[in-house]
């Protein structure tokens, strides 16, 4: 259930960003943290938990996906990560924290960024008038991509 079209992040990075936040926090940077991070800025696209352990069994067999999971859920709260729930299935993480939304396709799974200027104020400030504290906001539109419009297209009516 990944995509195919997100852009890649440059395959060089800084491991001193993670190491830096880990360390202010009085936290260790483990090996597993450094490369669950780099794995998922080299992706090009969205990946689960079970995906990037797939990814890095060669470089750290010992890994196992609950401790990959809790990679993620950390680079998540640090910031330097993005976890997408798509309504179903695992979750995908994803690299690219600037804000941009995502399309998921209810027919085959396949999820891909939109990068639309979405102003989110509106929002939040309707969530905040129930009383909601929104820490985020994530919009995920549903439907069926171009490949899966296309086959039902050409399967003619049922």
């Known amino acids: 259930m990944t995509d195919t079209t997100h852009p890649a992040l440059p395959p060089t990075w800084d491991p001193t960003d993670l190491v830096g936040l880990l360390h202010a926090r009085g936290q260790r940077a483990t090996p597993q943290r450094l490369v669950v991070l780099r794995e998922l800025r080299r992706r ?6 079970d995906e990037i352990r797939q990814s890095i069994r060669s470089e750290l067999p010992g890994t196992s996906t ?11 709260e640090l910031g330097l990560a993005r976890r997408i729930d798509t309504g179903g299935g695992a979750a995908l993480y994803d690299a690219r924290t600037e804000p941009h939304q995502h ?12 990068d639309y200027g979405l102003d ?5 400030r309707a969530a905040d008038e129930t009383g909601f504290s929104a820490q985020a906001i994530e919009v995920v539109i549903t439907g069926l991509c171009a490949n899966c ?6 399967a003619g009516p049922a």
């Open 44 to 49: 090009a696209h969205h990946a689960t938990a």
């Open 66 to 76: 609950p401790t990959v999971y809790a990679a993620l859920d950390l680079l998540v």
């Open 103 to 114: 399309t998921v396709c209810r027919r085959c799974g396949r999820v891909d960024d939109l």
């Open 120 to 124: 989110a104020e509106p929002l939040r």
């Open 149 to 154: 419009v296309a086959a039902e297209t050409a």
